[in-house]
């Protein structure tokens, strides 16, 4: 067992067990078995007759022993393992190292394997979980016993949504996903408790201390970060985040994304007409601009043209009647005058 002194505490490292084969244990143990009981056989045989008492008495004890005490626990250490899997061992209390790779291996019979999650959700300590079976009449309960294996793969956590208040104070909803898995079986079995429980929790810490960090949005002038419009950003931070969390656990976040966000449902109608009175003030500002631009072109190739000569009183009546056209939110109608102008 490796174990290393981090700050005034031991953390113990991961330790890859080298088992033996299991086929080979198996098959010589069947054999051996087989043995034994042809020896417990002959003895009986050779009691039942009378003669050779002493081989009799040797063969039967012998016999005896390995084929109904011994084989049993030598068989107790056969352990398969698919891939993406592990077991972490213990002996007497001691961890011994973890075995990893699929395949079929023989360990020490004594050895516990330990998974801190494979009773979380049993009725007791005992490495069975009761679950239902069936509805209404024909429900029933079945006891399947829980794995203690750990598994390696990439998995997936949703934590439930929940409400925040971001950087200006306004309450939102918001909710993540993380993709993760176990890396160090050791530090996530001994370290903490419950690693899942733990991940769960700290990915909560985070996301509410990320979020304190960004308003839900901003104006489209702002340069300024929100949660809105720096999704990715802040989808990297937060990984970050959880990742110097549960760096304690043994745990690799390969992502972590928001998968809904929205304001409160307290605020929502009053942030809904804010966002739109922002979009139309921003759409009105952007057609007095081509307003004002189109006017300007029009007077100047009026008079770079020779086309019609204006006095100032008459072009501010012409920019007057195009900005009204231009920025009115109706079609207009225009009075044709047949006669002078002036």
Not at 291 to 309: F, R, W
Request: with cysteine; proline share 2%.
């Amino acid at each position: 067992m490796s174990q290393t002194k981090k700050e005034g505490k031991i953390v113990i490292e991961e330790v890859e067990l080298k088992a033996m084969g299991g086929m080979l244990c198996m098959i010589a143990n069947i054999l051996a078995t087989a043995v034994c009981c042809a020896a417990f056989i002959y003895g009986a045989v050779l009691v039942d007759s009378g003669e050779n008492l002493v081989i009799a008495a040797l063969c039967m004890v012998i016999g005896g022993l390995y084929a109904f005490i011994a084989a049993p626990i030598v068989f107790a250490g056969l352990k398969t393992l698919k891939p993406n899997e592990a077991l972490v061992l213990t002996l007497f209390g001691r961890y011994i190292g973890t075995l990893k790779g699929a395949g079929f291996y023989w360990v020490n019979p004594f050895c516990v394997s330990v998974n801190p999650t494979a009773g979380s959700s049993t009725s007791s300590q005992t490495g069975f979980k009761v679950i239902s079976v069936g509805e209404g009449s024909l429900k029933s309960s079945q006891v399947v016993r829980e794995s203690k294996k750990l598994s390696l793969k990439v998995m997936t956590l949703g934590n439930e949504k929940q409400k925040i208040n971001d950087q200006l104070g306004n309450p939102i909803i918001i909710g993540i996903v993380v993709i993760w898995k176990v890396i160090n079986t050791a530090k996530a079995v001994f370290d903490v408790d419950n690693y899942k429980e733990f991940l769960s929790i700290q990915c909560d810490s985070a996301l509410r201390n990320i979020v304190r960090l960004y308003p839900y949005d901003t104006a489209a002038s702002d340069n300024e970060k929100s949660l809105r419009g720096s999704s990715m950003e802040v989808a990297h931070r937060l990984r970050e985040e959880i990742q110097s969390k549960v760096d304690v656990a043994g745990l690799e976040i390969i992502e972590a994304r928001i998968t809904h966000l929205s304001y409160s449902e307290e605020i929502a109608v009053a942030m809904l007409q804010r966002q739109q009175a922002s979009a139309i003030i921003d759409a009105r500002q952007m057609i007095v601009d081509g307003a004002v631009g189109m006017v300007e072109m029009a007077l100047e190739k009026l008079s770079k043209n020779n086309i019609v000569q204006l006095d100032e009183e008459r072009k501010a009546a012409m920019v007057s009647n195009l900005l009204v056209v231009l920025c009115g939110n109706k079609d207009a109608q225009p009075i044709v005058n047949s006669g002078s102008i002036y």
